[in-house]
C-alpha cells in the first residue's frame, strides 16, 4: 500500500495523543475480551452438560445419599443405557483448603461409559482398572500441582475419614484431557469400590447419579419413570436432565451477561466518542494540508478513504493488542481453577471483536471524514499558515 | 531566449473568454472577476501582479481547476474547466497542473522525498520509478543531499525548492506560483526565481507567477496587472537578470 507512509506520518504527528487513543482502545476491547473470557468461564459448566444426561439425586437434598443398588434397579427402565454414581468426597490436599478441588470415587467403566467428554488411552484405562488405589486426574488440575503419573497423592476428607484417621492415599495413573476446551479438567477422580471397602459407615451408599438416556427426546419420560421407580420408598429420587440441574446456573449467567453488556456498551459508546474526537481534531488541523492533497489532485473519494484509514489503524492497533493481551491471560489458565476451571478467551469473541474494532474504526471516523471530503480546495487552501 | 519558447506553438494552453467569479459574503455577492480574458502561450513564464485582494489567487485558482468560475469559460490544456465534475477536475490537476504555494504547504509529517513522491502516488508508476522521479526533481532543484530531511529542519528557502520539486516530479503542463518568494528573503528569493526561470528556459514549462514583488516580476517574460476584476495592463519585460 503506497499510502501507508502518509497514514504513518499522520498517526505519527501528535504521537501522544495515538498513544493515549490507542490505550483506551485497549482498555476497552482488553476488557472485552477479559469480560468474554468470564462470562464463558460460568457458561462452561452448562455448555458440557448433555442433552442425553440425567441426574439422580435425593429428592430431599443433593446431600443426602441413594442406595448403591438404585443403578441395578434403573438399569431395568425402558430408556436407560448406561449409570455412572457419584459421590462428593471433599478430599482435602496437604491440609490446606486453598487447594481445594473436585474429587470423587467413580467406577472406571461406568465413567467411560457416561462420560466420553473426559478422554483416556486405552492404556490409562487398564492402567486404573488394575489399580485399586489407582486415581485420574485432569490436565488443568496436574497442571496446578505438577503432578505426574506414578505420584502418590494424599487427601484427608471431613466427611470421609479413615478409621484411624489417617490421610487416604492415591496412585495417579492417568492425566486424562477434556474432549473440548470447554471440557472440566479439574477434578480428581478414583475408584468407588477402594473406597467402599474402605470407609467405616455409610458403606453401599452414593451421592447421585449420572444416567445417559438412549434418546434424548425421551429424557423427560425416563426421568418421570425412575423417579416413580423410588416413590415411597425411604429415599425418594428427582430425576431431572442435566442442563435442567443447572437451571438456576444458567440464570445467574443470564443476568452476569446482562451486566457485562451494559458495561461494555457503556465502554464502547464512550471510545466511540473518544477515538471520534481525537479523529475529528486531527481533521481540523489538517485542513490546509488536505486542501493540499487536494490541489495536487487527490479526489474527495481518496481523502475520505485515508480518514477512514487513519481511523480504523488507531482502532487496530489498540483493539488487536486488548484482544491479544486478553487472549493471552486465557492460555496462562484459570486464575481460580476451583471456581472457573474452564478459562479462555473463544475464538468466536475474537471474530466479535475483529468486527467490533472495524466498526468502531469507521464510527470514530466517518464525521471527520466526510467533512475532509467536503473541504473545498480552494478554501481550505486559504488557511494560510495554519 | 524567452521569446524562442513563447512562439513554439500558436494555440495558447491558457485560454481565459469572459470570465466571472463572484463571491457570496452574507447576502453580500462581490464580483471578484469581471469579464475577464487572458491568453497563455506554451513556453511563456508570466507574472501576475496587482493589490491584495485584487482576485489574482481566485484567478490562478480558475486556471489550475482548484474552483470554477461564475460566467465565461476556462480552457487550459485544452480542456474546459468550468465543464468538469469535481472529480474530474481531481484527476485533471494530477496530471496537468504543478502548484507551488506561498508558505510551501509541504506536509510536514513527510520527508522532504516523501513529499515530492506524494503526486505520483496518484499515478500507476512503481515504487522504482517513483523513487527515480524524486532523484531526478530533487536534483534539479538542487535538493538531493536533503532527501530525507523533514520540512522542519529546512531553511524556507529549501522547503521552496522542496514545494517546486513537488510540483514538477509529474512534469506537468502547467506550474502555477502563487508569491513563491513572498515569504523568502531576498537571497532565497532569487534562488526561487533563477529556479524557475530555469524550469522555463531549460524544460519549456509554462509558467504563471503571482507575486507583489517587482523585483520577482521582473524575471517573467510578461507581466499582467489585475484590478478591479480586470487585467489592466500588460508589460513584456526586456530585462532577464
Ligand atoms: N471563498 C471565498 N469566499 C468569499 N470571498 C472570497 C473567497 N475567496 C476569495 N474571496 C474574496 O475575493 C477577493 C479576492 O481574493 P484573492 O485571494 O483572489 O485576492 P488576491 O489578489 O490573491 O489577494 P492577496 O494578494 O492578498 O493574496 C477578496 O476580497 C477575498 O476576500
Ligand atoms: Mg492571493
Known amino acids: 500500500m503506497k499510502f501507508l507512509g502518509l497514514l504513518w506520518g499522520n498517526l505519527m504527528r501528535r504521537k501522544l495523543r495515538t498513544l493515549l487513543t490507542v490505550l483506551s482502545i485497549f482498555v476497552a476491547f482488553f476488557l472485552f475480551g477479559l469480560l468474554g473470557t468470564i462470562k464463558e468461564a460460568f457458561a462452561a459448566g452448562v455448555t458440557v452438560s448433555d442433552a442425553d444426561r440425567l441426574v439422580v439425586r435425593h429428592r430431599v437434598s443433593l446431600f443426602m445419599l441413594l442406595p448403591i443398588n438404585y443403578a441395578t434397579r434403573m438399569r431395568q427402565i425402558d430408556g436407560v443405557e448406561a449409570i455412572a454414581s457419584w459421590t462428593w468426597f471433599g478430599g482435602v490436599y496437604k491440609d490446606d483448603m486453598k487447594n481445594f478441588f473436585p474429587n470423587m470415587p467413580v467406577d472406571p467403566d461406568a465413567l467411560f461409559d457416561v462420560h466420553p467428554e473426559y478422554v483416556f488411552t486405552d492404556a490409562d484405562k487398564d492402567a486404573w482398572r488394575t489399580t485399586r488405589t489407582g486415581a485420574v486426574v485432569g490436565e488443568t488440575l496436574a497442571d496446578r500441582f505438577g503432578w505426574k503419573i506414578g505420584d502418590r497423592v494424599p487427601l484427608k476428607s471431613p466427611i470421609w475419614p479413615k478409621p484411624d484417621d489417617s490421610a487416604w492415599e492415591f496412585d495417579i495413573v492417568a492425566i486424562y484431557k477434556g474432549k473440548k476446551p470447554t471440557t472440566d479438567t479439574s477434578s480428581f477422580f478414583f475408584r468407588y469400590d477402594y473406597f467402599d471397602e474402605t470407609r467405616p459407615n455409610e458403606k453401599g451408599k452414593v451421592g447421585w447419579y449420572m444416567v445417559r438416556v438412549s434418546d434424548p427426546d425421551r429424557a423427560g419420560d425416563v426421568a418421570a419413570a425412575i423417579d416413580a421407580e423410588f416413590a415411597n420408598s425411604s429415599a425418594e429420587t428427582k430425576a431431572e436432565p442435566e442442563a435442567a440441574f443447572q437451571q438456576g446456573f444458567v440464570e445467574q449467567i443470564g443476568s452476569i451477561g446482562t451486566i457485562l453488556m451494559s458495561i461494555l456498551s457503556a465502554v464502547f459508546f464512550t471510545i466511540i466518542l473518544v477515538a471520534g474526537n481525537t479523529m475529528a481534531q486531527a481533521v481540523r488541523e489538517r485542513t490546509q494540508e488536505i486542501g493540499v492533497l487536494k490541489a495536487i489532485g487527490f479526489t474527495d473519494a481518496r481523502v475520505l478513504a485515508l480518514v477512514i484509514a487513519e481511523s480504523c489503524s488507531v482502532a487496530i492497533l489498540g483493539g488487536a493488542a486488548g484482544l491479544l493481551s486478553a487472549w493471552i491471560i486465557g492460555q496462562f489458565g484459570s486464575p481460580v481453577p476451583e471456581l472457573l476451571p474452564v478459562f479462555y478467551l473463544p475464538p468466536s469473541y475474537l471474530a466479535v471483536g475483529a468486527a467490533l474494532i472495524l466498526a468502531l474504526g469507521v464510527a470514530a471516523g466517518i464525521l471527520p471524514a466526510i467533512a475532509a471530503m467536503r473541504l473545498h480546495v480552494a478554501v481550505a487552501l486559504r488557511r494560510h499558515g495554519a | ?241
Open chain 2, 1 to 241: 531566449m524567452t521569446d524562442s519558447n513563447a512562439s513554439t506553438n500558436d494555440a495558447p494552453i491558457v485560454s481565459v473568454r469572459k470570465v466571472e467569479k463572484t463571491f457570496r459574503r452574507g447576502g453580500e455577492e462581490i464580483r471578484v472577476l469581471d469579464a475577464l480574458d487572458l491568453d497563455v502561450p506554451k513556453g511563456e513564464f508570466l507574472a501576475l501582479m496587482g493589490p491584495s485582494g485584487s482576485g489574482k489567487t481566485t484567478l490562478l485558482n480558475l486556471i489550475g481547476g482548484l474552483d470554477q468560475p461564475t460566467g465565461g469559460s476556462v480552457v487550459v490544456a485544452g480542456e474546459h474547466i468550468e465543464d468538469l465534475s469535481s472529480r474530474e477536475l481531481a484527476d485533471w490537476r494530477a496530471e496537468n497542473i504543478g502548484f507551488v504555494f506561498q508558505f510551501y504547504n509541504l506536509l510536514p509529517v513527510l520527508s522532504a522525498a516523501r513529499n515530492v513522491e506524494l503526486p505520483l502516488l496518484l499515478t500507476s508508476l512503481s515504487r522504482a520509478e517513483r523513487k527515480r522521479h524524486v532523484a531526478v526533481a530533487l536534483e534539479a532543484v538542487g535538493l538531493s543531499h536533503r532527501a530525507s530531511h523533514t520540512p522542519r529542519t529546512l531553511s524556507g528557502g529549501e522547503q521552496q525548492r522542496v514545494g517546486i520539486a513537488r510540483a514538477i516530479v509529474t512534469d506537468p503542463t502547467l506550474l502555477l506560483c502563487d508569491e513563491p518568494t513572498g515569504d523568502l528573503d531576498r537571497k532565497s528569493g532569487d534562488e526561487i526565481l533563477s529556479l524557475l526561470q530555469a524550469l522555463n528556459r531549460d524544460q519549456g514549462k509554462t509558467i504563471i507567477m503571482v507575486t507583489h514583488d517587482p523585483h520577482a516580476s521582473a524575471r517573467a517574460a510578461r507581466t499582467v496587472h489585475l484590478e478591479k476584476g480586470q487585467l489592466v495592463s500588460s508589460v513584456v519585460a526586456g530585462a532577464m537578470a
